[in-house]
């Protein structure tokens, strides 16, 4: 062994030696002798290089993994809120179907006529104030011109009936009309014909009004029952505006429908009227049903 690597173990041990005697005696006083610190104050900046080093090196290495770590927090803290956010849009919709429902179980036992429930579940996007589809056909006891309400009001008839679906016609298509009156007045000369106003989508209005009819602005309409498709006494809408026909003869009236014809996702089919009714709106006119129907819908 050479002289120098001797000189160099010589002064390790001497280093360690020392070290050794301030870790154990470091407690029990409360300086430290001069010969510990020159050996620290010749150290001190050796350690500190090394920590520099050290720093300097793993630094960058550290960041990476950080940001590797914050960006798989990230990702499961966005699952997370994407989670919550869907249960909580579930309660939402959990919370508005329930409120349909009591609505419709509501006006299911105030009515005194048979009702059906269905769903909507599909609807032309061309004709989307014109028809619905529900998932009630001829296997539950649907049949063609029965007609479709809501716990807000009348929707329309049914006019196909397959299987298991049904199609509606709406108020608010040009082809289907039925016969009204004013809730007000229950005036029974005073009844007129309710059908869909193409110049204003999603309207009605009502036609053929005698001018002496007394209808105002906010007027509820029902249907009169005349016709044998439509009960007597379903909310049809409410009067916006008056106005006469293009001859001067007649009024007619813009109509805002009570049913919300964007939204709807449940109804009821009127599959059946007490005899009583039938028998009272059969004797509030002097004009066979079939003949009537003729008149207001043009179907014979």
Request: no cysteine; charged share 25%.
């Amino acid at each position: 062994m050479s002289e120098t690597k001797q000189k160099i173990i010589a002064v390790l041990a001497l280093v360690i030696l020392l070290l050794t005697m301030v870790y154990y005696t470091g407690d029990l006083r409360s300086r430290y002798t001069p010969v510990e610190d020159l050996t620290l104050a010749v150290i001190s900046p050796v350690q500190g290089f090394f920590s520099r080093l050290g720093h300097s090196v793993l630094g960058p290495f550290r960041g990476f993994f950080e940001y590797r770590e914050l960006l798989k927090e990230n990702e499961r803290l966005k699952r997370e809120l994407a989670v919550r956010n869907n249960v909580r849009y579930q309660l939402l919709e959990l919370q508005k179907e329930n409120y349909r429902l009591r609505e419709m179980l509501g006006f299911k036992e105030r009515t005194e006529y048979t009702l059906l429930p269905a769903e909507v579940i599909a609807r032309d996007p061309s004709y989307w104030f014109e028809t619905i589809t529900i998932n009630k056909g001829y296997a539950d006891g649907v049949q063609k011109d029965m007609a479709v309400v809501t716990s807000e009001g009348l929707v329309g008839s049914i006019s196909y009936v397959s299987r298991n679906s049904a199609r509606v016609l709406l108020l608010t298509d040009s082809r289907r009309a039925v016969s009204a009156l004013v809730q007000r007045s229950r005036d029974p000369g005073s009844v007129g014909i309710v059908e869909g106003y193409p110049e204003k989508k999603g309207y009605l209005r009502i036609i053929n009004l005698p001018p002496e009819s007394n209808i105002q602005p906010g007027d509820t309409l029902i249907s009169s029952g005349l016709g044998g498709v439509f009960p007597k006494g379903l909310v049809i809408g409410h009067i916006i505006e008056i106005d006469v026909d293009q001859y001067g003869l007649l009024q007619q009236a813009l109509v805002n429908p009570a049913v919300n014809f964007n939204r709807l996702e449940e109804v009821f089919i009127v599959t059946g009227v007490p005899q009583e009714v039938e028998d009272d709106e059969e004797s509030g006119n002097g004009t066979e049903p079939e003949e009537i129907e003729e008149d207001i819908s043009g179907e014979s």
